[in-house]
């Protein structure tokens, strides 16, 4: 069977200028999710798995004061963990992962966060899009981390047109130029979240509408 091809349905020159009106816009794009260093990245991003950021902000607020490192992480234990969690869901297989990561961490890495995505996908509870995120925020790399937004708006658009996040992924790398690399995914997702909506996308409002190959556009 072939392989599927991975391309945008959009010129180089439409891709440029959206990733031009999001960098006009926003040009320091931030992350949602509360931390303070690099291990609280890692374990914020691993809870917000199926559930909000605002969730997981309000869950941590007072777990990482106590615990910002994998020592502190695993001496408050499963239980300690489970409790500060349990507003989150999946909550009880999440608390089994932040601690088994915790001791992997000390165990493997010398308590630091690893920086390949490699060694990262080795920790439970992360998997590509994890490690993508924390790979990005924490260590400044070129990676595209694809959520339920951007995967919904690398469809909606024709920018990135795939079945799966990974293929999504794939073409995202080959088409957004070098320069808007490093914000690409939190101008992607932050759209997704306020403007490309799943269910009623606000088409009025949005500032790569004129690129965008969506059919269904709403209306004012």
């Keep these: 069977m ?25 040009p320091e794009p931030k992350g949602e999710l509360d931390y303070c260093n690099d291990f609280t990245l890692l374990v914020a991003v691993v809870l917000s798995a ?11 607020k007072n777990l990482f004061p106590i615990a910002d490192t994998p020592e502190k992480m695993v001496a408050l234990g499963l239980e300690g963990i ?26 493997e890495f010398g308590s630091e966060v ?5 060694a990262l996908e080795s920790l439970p509870g992360v998997g590509r899009k ?13 990676v595209i981390a694809v959520d339920t937004h951007l995967f919904r708006v690398g469809n909606r658009t024709g920018l990135a047109p795939g079945k799966t996040p990974l ?11 070098d ?8 101008w992607l997702i932050l759209h997704g979240r306020y403007v490309c909506k799943a269910r009623k996308p606000d088409c009025p409002n949005c500032i790569i509408a004129e690129w965008c190959r969506y059919k269904d556009k709403t209306v004012a």
């Design 2 to 26: 072939a392989k599927p091809v991975l391309k945008s349905r959009l010129s180089a020159a439409a891709i440029d200028a959206m990733f031009e009106s999001f960098s006009r816009h926003d």
């Design 130 to 142: 994890t490690a993508n995120v924390v790979l990005n925020i924490a260590f400044g790399q070129p």
């Design 179 to 186: 320069r808007f690399m490093l914000h690409a995914h939190h």
């Design 50 to 60: 199926q559930a909000t950021d605002i969730g997981v902000n309000k869950a941590t």
């Design 167 to 177: 293929a999504v992924e794939l073409i995202l790398e080959k088409v957004i130029p």
């Design 114 to 118: 690893p920086r390949t995505r490699e």
């Design 82 to 107: 489970t409790r500060h969690i349990r507003t989150i869901g999946l909550y009880r297989n999440k608390a089994k992962n932040v601690l088994a990561l915790s001791e992997k961490l000390i165990a």
